[in-house]
């Protein structure tokens, strides 16, 4: 899979995927759920469209504060498969 330019990275932020923002190499956003149990089930939601896609973000838990890394390390970057999970977290995010 290609990298994207950073033209297209720019793009898809300042446009559909305005919530996420550009870390190096990854793109993340944070996203705060009403409780505990509500952000392990966004989790689960992410997990099982991470596992279809067969391509997994990096998450990390503080108690109602997920965030999403989003990267594809195996081409050393962003590609379309990120901007793809970044629109179904979106998707299934509060």
Known sequence: ?????QDQIDEALRGELAG??????????SVTASSFMDGIHL??????AAEEMNHH??????WTTI???LSTHSEGGLTQNDLALA???????P
């Open 1 to 5: 899979m290609a990298l994207l330019s």
């Open 20 to 29: 996420w923002t550009q870390d190096g190499d990854s793109i993340t956003r």
């Open 43 to 48: 989790v689960q939601g992410v997990a099982e």
């Open 57 to 62: 973000p990096d998450i990390d838990i503080r």
């Open 67 to 69: 965030t999403f890394a």
């Open 87 to 93: 629109r179904k977290i979106d998707a299934l995010a």
